[in-house]
T-cell receptor, first 113, second 113 residues
């Protein structure tokens, strides 16, 4: 158990809908990273938050957004969902913003029908 | 652009048959190279971090090594419970661009009794 929690575990929705994925980092960690894992692309970095502020952006679509709250949990919002958004979504956390080891949560499996 | 290539894509071993997984990378300004283990439908589980060429780390039947262009994950006398996908990731970047991980597509290892 990495100490990172994610909810829900599974999510099934329809195209065009909007969903919110939630991540709670390890106790004391201030940074949260979001990744998407699909069969053909592997694990791809989406976005990083540190202590409530956006720090880095990767291959995140404009339909996707994220935020980190004062209690340090983070939410990833996916809107206007398409079939191709079906994937596993992981968050990872680190204590700070430096090159520390990232510990991953169990993921949310999203299926868009 | 940073690239991480893992080989082979899939590997089948008999229990006790030692082998190596390869991770070759091109990155400017390597901060660290990470190995993770991922079981189906689960989050990546941290194994090792290597920071400089010549560095080696060991954990039970696994040993990771690093050169300037590649890393190897050696598996000695594997057991069926070592069956998993092994992911390699490089960390570059700086305090402005962040330290997201760039993952390879993984090696799927199956160890048969």
């Amino acid at each position: 158990d990495s100490g990172v929690t994610q909810t829900p575990k599974h999510l099934i929705t329809a195209t065009g809908q909007r969903v919110t994925l939630r991540c709670s980092p390890r106790s004391g960690d201030l940074s949260v990273y979001w990744y998407q894992q699909s069969l053909d692309q592997g694990l791809q970095f989406l976005i990083q938050y540190y202590n409530g502020e956006e720090r880095a952006k990767g291959n995140i679509l404009e339909r996707f957004s994220a935020q980190q709250f004062p209690d340090l949990h983070s939410e990833l919002n996916l809107s206007s969902l398409e079939l191709g958004d079906s994937a596993l979504y992981f968050c990872a956390s680190t204590p700070g913003t430096h090159q520390e080891t990232q510990y991953f949560g169990p993921g949310t499996r999203l299926l868009v029908l | 652009e940073d690239q991480v290539t893992q080989s082979p894509e899939a590997l089948r071993l008999q229990e006790g048959e030692s082998s190596s997984l390869n991770c070759s990378y091109t990155v400017s300004g390597l901060r660290g190279l990470f190995w993770y283990r991922q079981d189906p439908g689960k989050g990546p589980e941290f194994l090792f971090t290597l920071y400089s060429a010549g560095e080696e780390k060991e954990k039970e039947r696994l040993k990771a090594t690093l050169t300037k262009k590649e890393s190897f994950l050696h598996i000695t006398a594997p057991k069926p419970e070592d069956s998993a996908t092994y992911l390699c990731a490089v960390q570059a970047g700086d305090s402005n661009s962040g330290y997201a991980l760039n993952f390879g597509k993984g090696t799927s290892l199956l160890v048969t009794p």
